[in-house]
């Protein structure tokens, strides 16, 4: 039977799904990519079409301004903060849940997994309030601990799930060679666990460089803007220029589609081996 082919009454249904999908996927992005080429009476006429005349100083400008580099630094500094944090707190957390045995265990672990279905928008409010009177407002680290915050649920269970997977005679073997718990927990097991690592930083990086809510309401001073929050700046009393707002969601994009890329392999690799080894 491995020899056979398949069969094209299954495969062409087959195709035209993911054909379908795809163009879900790819037409939206085709279509901000070119629109940043256009000018606002071109999208209003001809919004599916080419640009005539082709308008590449939408792009250029935004390129040339010092805010979108500004926005760019700001959105790193962010993201890369937020995934050191959330990891190496998730890491930790992670190894008690899976090598530890004690009473509650259980159900302080599904009290954590219960944070996956707690909605971001009903804890704006009260994290609003909360940054307030801790002095956060208008400072990164009140985005920085609420993006790690949110995060710990869905680190800390694909963590588990490969620090479980670890046999135990490993662990038994480094006891007798002298390595400490704490030893073990960074020696061993955290090289042990890279692809589960690099999945949850793909997760963490991506998800702080979208998003637009939480530093909606912490930033207010427009030098710690975001790139979610730069296309404010495009929006005017009466009017917005949308070619100039598709041309800077395009370019904010690169960075994290190139970083997806290249790390595309570990994110698939790591989710598949805690789906199997868990």
Known sequence: MSGRTPSPVKTVPLHLISIVIGAFVVVPILFGVLGGFKDNGQLSTNPFGLPHPWVPSNYTDILASGSFWRQLANSTLIAVATTVLVVLVSAMAAFVFARFAFAGREVLFTLFAIGLMFPFAVAILPLFVLLRTLGLLDNPVGVILAQAAFGLPVTIVILRSF??????????????????????????????????????????????????MLPLIVFTDPQWWTLPLGVQQFHGQYSTDTARVLAYVVLAMVPALGFYAVAERQLIGGLTSGATKG
């Open 163 to 212: 620090f479980r997977s670890i046999p135990g005679e490993i662990e038994e073997a480094a006891t007798l060679d002298g390595c400490g718990t704490v030893g073990f927990f960074w020696r061993i097991l955290l090289p042990m666990a890279r692809p589960a690592l690099a999945t949850v930083s793909v997760l963490a990086v991506v998800a702080s460089w979208n998003n637009f």
